[in-house]
């Protein structure tokens, strides 16, 4: 279970363009789902799912995993929690250009010290299943959007995480390529992964296989849905309008 408590993210707090991305979100999400964050640009999907998969901290607020604290906890710990726990698949994919397509999804598991011919096998296992293995000595910036899509998606299960966080999955991908993603998400459900979506893109959001929808605006919770309902989410802050209850 995943909970946050009045957790907001401010950026150049106290300063004149003082920012609100999120604004006092309380919520408790359960594990074994696909969930999507939704809503328009600039809404805080990106800044709450950065969040939860401890890629930053909140200005305010704390989040739990499973009931033990993530967001106070000393930045080495944190690390080595998100190197554990998630998987992340980022909006432009982030792969490094002049490496290969094996070396872009060997990187993340680097710094776990697991023996390099057990690496190797384990990422050429991943782009095999992903239909990448003839592309593994290729330099990525020789790529097609979708095959690069699929190497983010190695790179994100490369160590093996039970949660998996996709920012944006489909921003840049045609619709074909979005049934592909969607195909490839539904078999990380059926292995038992948890995956946490950010997305304005409906189609992701009408997917068959999304059992609940966050949506957001202005950096708060206006309503959760799905085919699994809540009960325990609300947005506090004054600012936010019509409080999700």
């Known amino acids: 279970m995943i909970r946050l408590d009045g957790v907001s993210k401010i ?14 979100v309380s919520l408790t999400l359960p594990l074994d789902a696909t969930i999507v964050f939704k809503g328009p640009s600039g809404s805080g999907k990106t800044s709450l799912l950065s969040m939860i998969g401890c890629l930053s901290r909140p200005s305010e607020g704390r989040i ?20 554990a726990q998630f998987g992340f698949i980022f909006q432009r994919f ?30 050429m296992a991943l782009l095999t299943q992903l239909q990448l293995q ?6 990525t ?16 299960l490369i160590n093996s995480p039970s949660i998996v966080i996709a920012d944006e999955p ?4 045609d619709g074909a390529l979005t049934e592909q993603f969607l195909a490839i998400m539904a078999s990380l459900r059926a292995e038992g992964k948890t995956v946490i979506l950010s997305s304005h893109d409906p189609r992701i959001w009408k997917s068959d296989g999304v059992n609940i929808i966050v949506s957001m605006q202005d950096g708060c919770l206006v309503d959760v849905g799905g085919k699994d309902t809540l009960s325990d989410y609300r947005c506090n802050d004054d600012q936010c309008g019509e409080e999700a209850t």
């Open 170 to 173: 489909t921003a840049n991908l």
């Open 141 to 156: 910036e020789l790529l097609s959007g979708g095959e690069a899509q699929r190497v983010a998606i190695a790179r994100a």
């Open 134 to 139: 003839h592309k593994a000595r290729v330099s």
């Open 11 to 24: 950026y150049n707090q106290g300063q004149t363009n003082e920012t609100f991305a999120v604004r006092d």
């Open 64 to 83: 739990y995993l499973n009931g033990d604290i993530l967001s106070g906890l000393p930045e080495h710990f944190m690390t080595e929690i998100r190197r």
């Open 94 to 123: 982030n792969l490094l250009r002049g490496l290969s397509v094996l070396e872009n999804v060997m990187i993340p598991a680097y710094p776990l010290g697991m023996d390099h011919s057990a690496l190797t096998q384990r990422a």
